[in-house]
């Protein structure tokens, strides 16, 4: 089935530590993001990546990198995880990173992330 | 600051009724807007888009956008128990880079 894949689906972490998320797409879409949502916050960018080999900060980037080494995967580190990490976060692609009506986002599962 | 702003909820209304729900952008340039749906615990799918002044239609659904007042709507006619979820409204700015900003939605919940 086509479509975003994540993984870890959830995740207990300590603080400190080391954390990649994972996401891997099929549909051959050039854009891909990582969103955090946070109850009473919504859905915040985190970083995003236009097409394979490139990468850009959103609204919520400190603390996380990201890295596009081709189409299909877009990993996102937490070098040394912290408490206010904890979140629901989500990866997205879309066929372009120009939204028209026609590019729209396709959200994976989520990655539920608890930071102690 | 580019800012997206959905009417406080929750929302409640009964089964057959209409659901009217809000959304305003602080960025005059905006070109596209989307509403999502997310139920609990579930990611966010599109239900539709509009980037046109006016109303579009799709089922159940219409977004109406007024891009002079800086606001799109979505409304739920015949609103049913399976439309209980939050509602997320989108907006792309200008600009050849710009991406969505997100509102903090809004829960429905359609009373049997």
């Known amino acids: 089935i086509a479509g975003i894949t994540q993984a870890p689906t959830s995740q207990i972490l300590a603080a400190g530590r080391r954390m990649t998320l994972r996401c891997t797409q099929d549909?051959?879409?050039?854009?891909m993001y990582w969103y955090r949502q946070d109850l009473g916050l919504g859905l915040r960018l985190i970083h995003y990546?236009?097409?394979?080999?490139?990468?850009g900060k959103g609204e919520v980037p400190d603390g996380y990198s990201v890295s596009r080494a081709n189409t299909d995967d877009f990993p996102l580190t937490l070098a040394s995880a912290v408490p206010s990490q904890t979140s629901v976060y989500f990866c997205?692609?879309?066929?372009?990173?120009?939204?028209?009506?026609?590019?729209?986002?396709?959200f994976g599962a989520g990655s539920r992330l608890t930071v102690l | 600051q580019k800012e997206v702003e959905q009417n406080s909820g929750p929302l409640s209304v009964p089964e057959g009724a209409i659901a009217s729900l809000n959304c305003t952008y602080s960025?005059?340039?905006?070109?596209?807007f989307f509403w999502y749906r997310q139920y609990s615990g579930k990611s966010p799918e599109l239900i539709m888009f509009?980037?046109?002044?006016g109303d579009k239609e799709d089922g159940r659904f219409t977004a109406q956008l007024n891009k002079a007042s800086q606001y799109v709507s979505l409304l739920i006619r015949d609103s049913q128990p399976s439309d209980s979820a939050t509602y997320l409204c989108?907006?792309?700015?200008?600009?050849?880079?710009?991406?969505?900003?997100f509102g903090k939605g809004i829960t429905l919940s359609v009373r049997p």
């Open positions: 989108a907006v792309e700015g200008a600009g050849a880079n710009s991406k969505l900003t």
């Open positions: 960025d005059r340039g905006s070109q596209s």
């Open positions: 997205a692609s879309s066929d372009s990173y120009a939204f028209s009506g026609a590019n729209v986002l396709t």
């Open positions: 509009i980037y046109s002044n």
């Open positions: 549909m051959r879409h050039n854009a």
């Open positions: 990546s236009n097409t394979a080999g490139t990468t």
